[in-house]
């Protein structure tokens, strides 16, 4: 079992791979940990991460690295993970798993943010704000033009939401307050608060994506749903439909994407996620008048970072404190200690 006294955390090692919100790294400094930071606006190539974790007890990460079964091999002293971010598809969590290794995360601090970044997408794609922003900046706005830049209202549409967890549920708020929308939904199980709340219906994907105008995906990436978005995807869905992805850019395949909306198979896209990420400048998406693209910013308000910043930094500290984690994604090991 791990020692329970404080004084046990003095010395221990902690690398920080990015320059996190302060509030966390604060706590981890005051309660005695030897704190590395990497402060370069650059992530680490995993050759520098591994040398740098040779020397470190803790890693204090993000999506960003690579954690996979060679570092563990090459970092065989490590005692903890602590992850800032509700994902963790950058973790070979079997591998941790194997060796002991327990894997924090920072799961719900960020619904409301991410569901307010779907929502805003949402609109953003129905009434083409990021190209039509883009025609004042081009100095292309010049008079009135009836026909132009014209968008579809909401109001009392169908929307499918793919992977109802909580910040699924976030954004079938939203559209069911907001535009009296119709709430379809596929999930791994049924969600029968979704269903009182919202008088969402469970329905199979293809029926969903046939059913919907807006699709909004929430789900983790796995690889049940890696690219689960592709031609054949998007051939199911309307011609008037909007895909917005929030959750992880490899849930939908790119060159698909493009394609559909170049053909016409649907009608508009919202991306806080891209695959592959980052995106790159000449992408055509960014200069389709149907498509909003921001650059993976779901969590980015002041408050859900400083959140996600003292939750994986109470991961470490409550580890060394007393062999627990509040939020852990493999128990199994702590339950060994």
Known sequence: MIKKES????????????NFPDAGIKMLE??????TLWDSKIPMTQPELIEKAKKHNAV?????????????????????????AVGYDNIDISEATRRGIPVGYTPNAMNQATADI????????????????NTIS????????????LGMELMNKTLGIVGMGRIGMEMAKRCRGAYDMEILYHNR??????????????????????????????????????????????????????????ARGMVHNETDLIHALETGQIWGAGLDVTNPEPMDKDNSLLSMENV??????????VESRNTMSIMAATNII????????????????????
């Open 60 to 84: 204090f990460c993000t999506m960003t690295e690579k954690i996979d079964a060679h570092f563990l091999n090459e970092c065989r002293h490590l005692e903890i993970i602590s992850q800032f």
């Open 30 to 35: 005051e309660q005695g940990f030897c704190i």
């Open 318 to 337: 409550e580890f060394y404190r007393n062999g627990t984690m509040p939020t852990v994604v493999n128990p199994e090991v702590l339950k060994g200690l």
């Open 138 to 149: 081009k100095d292309q706005w010049k008079t009135f033009q009836p026909k132009a830049f």
């Open 292 to 301: 909003c693209v921001l650059p993976h910013i779901g969590s980015a308000t």
């Open 7 to 18: 004084h046990f955390m003095k010395g221990k090692k902690i690398l920080i791979t990015r």
């Open 189 to 246: 199980s049924p969600n029968p608060v979704a269903q009182e709340r919202f008088n969402a219906r469970l329905t199979g994907f293809d029926q969903l994506l046939a059913k919907s105008d807006i699709v909004s995906v929430h789900c983790a990436l796995t690889p049940e749903t890696r690219e689960m978005f592709n031609r054949a995807a998007f051939e199911k869905m309307k011609s008037s439909a909007i895909f917005i992805n929030t």
């Open 118 to 133: 779907a929502f805003g997408l949402m609109i953003a794609t129905a009434r083409k704000m990021f190209y039509t922003h």
